[in-house]
């Protein structure tokens, strides 16, 4: 492809390095040509960082060609040799701001990579600006604010998307083919456990843990991995929600474990567990989801499977991928279980487990291409809506009804989540 996107890094803190990495493995498709950050210096040493970053992998790439078996292979990695080295020869412009970034005419669009609630706003300038947006996520702090980046990018008419990993698996076309063929019969139960861990030192010293500077914890800015795919899957939204949720044996502002009984659109109810606080055990899965029809059951397992192979910078990073595992079963209706698992035939075009790497250069090809991103970002904005309605839940102690109103605290970010007398804290010391 002879036309590269023209990227600008909004925010370029921790995050930025994973990107750095990624976009180094993307030369082909986009030029990072800009960054911008409230403190210069971290602008200046992402260029630095990000123009080291394409002259590394254009030296791995002239050594992959003189190592290569072949000749495809060989050509294969002289031509991202010098699409990379092309990258490195290019200035990398540096801002204090993403407002100045957003004024630079070579600029097609941005990575917003900030922390999850100062994102909105650059997110919703940089649409007006016309700019594409890819960003981090979760998406939004609030509803609010999740609907005023729609708004922006439907009336801009530009490319956007929230970066959630999973969300490009062969195994959840599989799943949403699987309840939206009827085959399972009506839905009863629809259900989600994230049962992960992260101890008290995890969010000392840094944004983490605290309200205005993460937007929250277990079902939200860790949650989304896998509550957003499983909202995809089933297609029916949430209509009511009754949680309880906080920092259990944690001292933070957010919650390490919520635990909701939902109720969604088509009838069927369930439990939205998001726990910080499971231990590593043999019986435990980390993520499942569960949905009981008349017919049949489906289980999946959403597994984030490491950080794959070596690369330049990280060691980690742009190679690391989300699977999805399906499974079913039925006591009363005999073949529907061949049936259902014959669903997932014809998806060999997707991949079984996409990477890092993967959703940002299938975020470049729709913005090349004038395609739209295969994944609808009102789904990510459920995940904002339905994290706001267990805070409020959890806070209020009553039921609460989906939609929020627009002049309901948690519509916005004004409503949060106290800390109850009754729940468990961490042990003094």
Not at 254 to 272: E, F, K, W
């Amino acid at each position: 492809m002879d036309r590269k996107l023209k990227v600008g890094f909004i925010g370029c803190g921790g995050i930025s390095r994973l990107y750095t990495d990624i976009y180094a493995g993307m030369t082909d498709l986009a030029q990072v040509v800009a960054t911008a950050d409230l403190y210069p210096n971290l602008a200046e040493d992402r260029a630095a960082a990000i123009h080291e970053a394409y002259t590394a992998e254009a030296a791995r790439q002239r050594a992959l060609a003189l190592n290569a078996r072949d000749e495809d292979s060989r050509e294969a990695a002289r031509q991202m040799a010098g699409h990379a080295q092309a990258a490195a020869d290019n200035d990398i412009r540096t801002y204090d701001g993403h407002e100045a970034l957003l004024e630079d005419p070579e600029v097609d669009a941005v990575a917003v990579l900030t922390t999850p609630p100062i994102r909105g706003v650059p997110v919703v300038a940089a649409a007006r600006a016309g700019k594409h947006v890819f960003t981090e996520g979760p998406m939004a702090k609030s509803v609010q604010e999740a609907d005023e980046i729609l708004a922006a990018v439907e009336e801009a008419g530009v490319t956007y998307v929230s970066q959630c990993g999973g969300r490009y698996t062969r195994g959840l076309q599989h799943a949403r083919r699987a309840i939206g063929s009827g085959l399972m019969g009506p839905l009863a139960v629809a259900k989600i456990e994230i049962n992960w861990y992260h101890q008290q030192s995890y969010y000392m010293g840094g944004w983490h843990g605290k309200f205005d500077t993460e937007g929250g914890g277990a079902v939200f800015h860790h949650g989304r991995y896998v509550i957003e795919p499983f909202l995809y899957a089933l297609g029916s939204p949430i209509v009511e929600v009754t949680a309880y949720s906080g920092g259990f044996l944690r001292e933070i502002e957010h919650d390490s474990y919520s635990l909701a009984l939902v109720r969604y659109a088509n009838g069927a109810v369930g439990i939205v567990q998001g726990s910080l606080l499971h231990h590593a055990h043999p019986r435990t899965e980390q993520t499942r989801w569960e949905f009981v029809g008349q017919n049949a059951s489906m289980v999946v397992t959403h597994e984030h499977l490491g950080w794959g192979q070596p690369t330049i910078l990280l060691n980690t990073g742009r190679e690391s991928v989300f699977k999805h595992t399906l499974s079913f079963g039925s006591t009363n209706t005999p073949g529907v279980v061949a049936e259902l698992e014959a669903l997932g035939e014809g998806l060999d075009d997707l991949p079984e487990a996409p990477s890092q790497l993967h959703q940002s250069r299938l975020w470049a090809r729709c913005v090349l291409e004038d395609r739209p991103i295969p994944f609808p970002q009102t789904i990510a904005r459920q995940h904002v809506e339905l994290t706001r309605a267990i805070y409020k839940s959890a806070a209020t102690g009553a039921t609460v009804q989906l939609p929020l109103d627009r002049d309901d605290p948690y519509y916005s970010f004004e409503g949060r989540l106290p800390r109850p007398d009754w729940m468990p804290r961490l042990p003094a010391d």
